[in-house]
């Protein structure tokens, strides 16, 4: 059998699992829609600055560390841990909380707010940290080849935390703290899988243990999309082949086997096995028109919330703003329960600064600042039309140079924004959904779109939407995931 293998889309799982196979010796080939890979991992250069188009840090070191020792290859990029892993500013206040590591000198910030900190925030640790050791190589590191075989795997989990299935991460907060700014902090996490702590589920106060206990958080030096660069130079060294600007509309099959894909130019893109490194449920629906993922049955699935983004070059300094930092307003609870399908509650913005130019001075010119926002807001579902962007965007300046203490709205030289209808477009995400299909209870495990095809046996999915969810680390397990399919379908 040939080991010819063409995989579509550039992501981050889809260059992992190609360099997984390039270095057992398959032959790979990349077909990209864009102008250049990497997916949402990506980035924007222009007039001198450079931003991180979406994820601007990393938990879960090891995962990528793992990664290379499998391809036989050193880490091609630098990475440095995050120390304090952010800030927090809430609105009508002075006070800024650095969220450190470090449970001593996170306890000095919130003793006077919620006495016996430092107790309940241990205890807290301890039963995120039983979830993650208890679920995370029986549920989220495995294939499944059957909803039975999942439902096995859940009954070897510990019953302990049955009940922890039948809370929000919000309540399950609200169990060890008592103090709303500690549960907005301790919660923010929620937002990183594209929901809300009140529609998020308490198994993933696991994340919280990544966060404080486990392995923290990381930048990469000179930005993310260094990850990108690194890995596509390892796979160009093991002669896979990169093609741009090529979108894959249709395709051809024989039975139970694809035999190729079509490009919007009309080429023929043939391999014995093909990847899918796009959104696992929008491919199925855009290019295979399977029924069971057409736009009725899309609708009804349970999406995450879309991302208005946007980027600035400004010609002054912020020394006064950390390099990752969250801006929170007064109406927390009312914000989070809206925001998923309420676009009002843009009024009054959450929101994400990523200061790139911090720590890397050659991701602005000398006396600017590269500024990346993310702000939480409706999908396309909720939200169909983004003509007021520019006014959401101007607001959230003001409030941000009100928070600093420094108006920036006259300092800024680059501005460019993305709504969830860019992000649509850009990356073919449903509804605009920045992180694919949410991780409700019923799209977990076994119960996401497969990562292997449901007609076609030399067809599998890596990434966006299928197994084991949101992340960089997810996307890398994945990867694994995805290979072991891959090699078990060639040993047949």
Not at 47 to 75: A, H, N, Q, R, W
Not at 163 to 184: D, I, M, N, P
């Amino acid at each position: 059998m040939s080991k010819e293998v063409i995989i579509i889309g550039t992501g981050l799982g889809g260059l992992a699992t190609g360099l997984r196979l390039a270095s057992r010796g398959y032959k790979i080939t990349f077909v990209e829609k864009n102008e250049k890979p990497g997916g949402r991992l990506n980035q924007i250069k222009k007039d001198g600055f450079t931003f991180d188009i979406g994820p601007s840090f990393f938990s879960m070191p090891y995962e990528f560390e793992e990664l290379v020792k499998d391809c036989g290859i050193d880490l091609p990029f630098e990475f440095t841990e995050l120390d304090p892993l952010y800030t927090v500013n809430f609105s009508n206040s002075e006070r800024k909380f650095y969220l450190y590591k470090d449970i001593k000198k996170l306890t000095q910030q919130f003793d006077d707010i919620e006495p016996g900190f430092e107790q309940k925030f241990r205890k807290y640790l301890k039963k995120c940290e039983a979830l993650f050791n208890d679920t995370l190589d029986i549920v989220i590191k495995q294939n499944f080849d059957s909803k039975t075989d999942y439902l096995k795997a859940l009954m070897k989990v510990n019953p302990v935390h049955i009940s922890v299935l039948y809370k929000t991460f919000w309540k399950q907060a609200g169990k060890y703290f008592k103090s709303k700014e500690v549960r907005q902090i301790i919660s923010l996490i929620a937002f990183f899988l594209g929901r809300t702590p009140f529609d998020t589920n308490a198994v993933y106060t696991l994340l919280s243990h990544i966060e404080f206990k486990h392995n923290g958080y990381y930048n990469v030096k000179g930005g993310m999309y260094k990850i990108v660069e690194g890995l596509v130079n390892e796979l160009k060294k093991k002669n896979a082949i990169f093609h741009y600007n090529t979108e894959i509309v249709d395709f051809e099959s024989n039975n139970n086997r694809l035999k190729y894909f079509t490009d919007n130019k009309g080429k023929k893109w043939q391999a014995d096995t093909f990847i899918i490194n796009a959104d696992a449920a929008q491919f199925r629906n855009s290019v295979f028109k399977r029924k069971k993922f057409n736009d009725s049955k899309l609708n009804k699935m349970s999406w995450t919330m879309g991302y208005l983004t946007f980027y600035l070059g400004i010609n002054v300094k912020l020394p006064q703003v950390e390099q990752h930092n969250y801006f929170l307003g007064s109406n927390y609870e009312e914000y989070s329960k809206g925001v998923i399908k309420n676009p009002g509650t843009l009024e009054k913005p959450y929101y994400y600064v990523n200061v790139l130019s911090k720590h890397n001075d050659d991701c602005a010119p000398d006396g600017h600042e590269a500024l990346f926002f993310v702000c939480p807001v409706p999908n396309l579902l909720y939200k169909s039309n983004w003509n007021d962007k520019n006014i959401i965007v101007d607001s959230i300046i003001r409030d941000f140079s009100k928070r600093i203490k420094q108006d920036i709205s006259e300092s800024i030289v680059l501005r460019m924004e993305y709504t969830p209808e860019d992000w649509q477009n850009m990356f073919n995400l449903y509804a605009g959904a920045g992180l694919g299909l949410s991780h409700k209870m019923l799209q977990i495990g076994a119960l996401r779109p497969k990562n292997y095809d449901e007609e076609f046996n030399n067809t599998f999915y890596v990434g966006s939407s299928t197994i084991p969810g949101a992340g960089l680390p997810m996307v890398i397990i994945s990867s694994k995931l995805t290979t072991d399919r891959v090699l078990k379908y060639y040993c047949q």
